[in-house]
């Protein structure tokens, strides 16, 4: 099983508002990762967790707040988004990072629009 | 800092063979990954190199060259269902960090 489940898959919030996107894997990984993909372009990656904690920020704004509640799961919470930010956010995740062959999954994605 | 260089666009025929190559100067080198992304969806993992040398899985394989900085993707017997973006990706040297290229459209054409 090598599955990654983002949920929602599409999401329309105005610039008001306050909504999570949520990403589960069973996988035993103990990395998890947030990516923002925007239309042509390659993944960017935005948060890295390693053991539940965060490793990695990718200096990104504070309206982003990541959330890892334990090794299953990875939420990122979003407040007074701005229409820049509409785009395909990516959850990933991986073994140990630094375990050499180690691949890193990613989930479907959550189609992303602010209005 | 990571600088991943790949082609922009590439075209081919149903049935021929195609490489996509990539290079890439990097502070720091923990693997490279292709994966291949497919219009309005994630990307799908297609493989991983660490070593030097050719990874084969059926009809796709890849190269490195870590001296040169290098590694292609090579599809066999091109499919239509082939036609996709195909991303390479570098690993850091503490595992954290997967920093894509821009990525490569191939068109499959009959």
């Known amino acids: 099983d090598t599955e990654v489940t983002q949920t929602p898959k599409h999401l329309v919030m105005g610039m008001t508002n306050k909504k999570s996107l949520k990403c589960e894997q069973h996988m035993g990984h103990r990395a998890m990762y947030w990516y923002k993909q925007k239309a042509k372009k390659p993944p960017e990656l935005m948060f890295v967790y390693s053991y539940e904690k965060l490793s990695i920020n990718e200096s990104v704004p504070s309206r982003f707040s990541p959330e890892c509640p334990n090794s299953s799961l990875l939420n990122l919470h979003l407040h007074a988004l701005q229409p820049e930010d509409s785009a395909l956010y990516l959850c990933?995740?991986?073994?140990?990072?630094?375990?050499?062959?180690?691949?890193?999954?990613f989930g479907e994605g959550s189609w992303l629009t602010v209005v | 800092g990571q600088n991943i260089d790949q082609p922009t666009e590439m075209t081919a025929t149903e049935g021929a063979i195609v490489q996509i190559n990539c290079t890439y100067q990097t502070s720091g080198f923990n693997g490279l990954f292709w994966y291949q992304q497919h219009a309005g969806e994630a990307p799908t993992f297609l493989s991983y190199?660490?070593?030097?040398g050719l990874e084969e899985k059926g009809r796709f394989s890849s190269f490195l060259s870590r001296s040169k900085g290098y590694s292609y993707l090579l599809l066999k017997e091109l499919q239509m269902k082939d036609s996709a973006s195909y991303l390479c990706a570098v690993r850091d040297n503490a595992g954290n960090m997967l920093t894509f290229g821009g990525g490569t459209r191939l068109m499959v054409k009959p």
């Open positions: 990933a995740s991986s073994q140990v990072p630094k375990v050499s062959g180690n691949t890193i999954y």
């Open positions: 190199n660490v070593l030097d």
